[in-house]
């Protein structure tokens, strides 16, 4: 298909397709930057790969339509080869760009969990899992903690250590108390936000609940969150396939 590129595309608008696809490309690393913040954010793989194929989809129909809308002469098979390869290739230099970046410590990020409970454990092994999030948990914290050790990573009791880590440079802060502590996540989220602590992530404790295909949203005005709980098994079309 390199070879044979004029078979498909006309020379006259050739430089025109180049251009338009260059504009493209960097709208779209423009969306991954600043509305989904793949660059900033530290996201699931998996969820950050879903975000990947859908925008790169998006940009396929919007290039569709304005092929359409141009008139410019159109091959289906080009068109195809170069979203299918985006689709590709984007995902696996990512992924590669990530694990060499965490090889080279540049996107690893020092990481303290406050807390010791199961939350605080379950929190670790799901960020062991999640390597290329590049959260390198360094510790635990818990002044009221009564393992000195918790999966080899030493366990914190004194605050001044945690104030003293982050003025010798950036630290994430995970907080995974247990839903009996919530007293003790509301005192950190503040202490934390006195001592200008920019990476702040709160774990709340929702074992047993279905979290698999679940929806969140909120209501600001009374800081509440909600998450619908989808009953694959009430819809027809699950119970029949089930069968």
């Not at 068109?79 to 060499?100: D, Q, S």
């Not at 047993?208 to 619908?228: A, C, K, Q, W």
Request: aromatic share 16%.
């Amino acid at each position: 298909i390199f070879d044979q590129v004029q078979r498909f595309i006309p020379q006259d608008q050739l430089d025109t397709r180049v251009i338009t696809h260059f504009i493209l490309s960097v709208v779209c690393v423009g969306w991954f930057w600043i509305r989904l913040r793949h660059y900033t954010y530290r996201k699931p793989f998996w969820y950050e790969l879903k975000e990947i194929f859908r925008t790169i989809v998006i940009f396929a129909i919007f290039d569709l339509a304005l092929i359409a809308f141009t008139k410019w002469q159109f091959s289906r098979y080009v068109w195809v080869f170069c979203w299918t390869f985006a689709l590709i290739l984007v995902p696996f230099f990512r992924a590669l760009t990530k694990h060499l970046l965490n090889k080279l410590g540049i996107w690893k990020k020092k990481t303290i969990i406050l807390g010791s409970g199961q939350n605080a454990r379950g929190a670790y092994s799901a960020l062991q899992s999640e390597e290329m999030m590049g959260f390198d948990v360094i510790a635990f914290f818990d002044t009221d903690a009564s393992d000195a050790e918790i999966n080899m990573l030493p366990v914190i009791k004194d605050t001044e250590i945690i104030w003293d880590l982050n003025r010798t440079g950036d630290v994430h802060y995970i907080l995974a108390y247990e839903y009996t502590e919530l007293e003790k996540t509301h005192f950190w989220l503040r202490e934390l936000s006195k001592h200008h602590c920019r990476s702040v992530t709160v774990v709340p404790s929702f074992r047993g609940l279905p979290l698999y295909n679940t929806d969140m949203s909120f209501i600001f005005s009374h800081e509440v969150m909600l998450l619908r709980i989808q009953n694959n098994l009430a819809k027809r079309s699950s119970r029949f396939l089930k069968r």
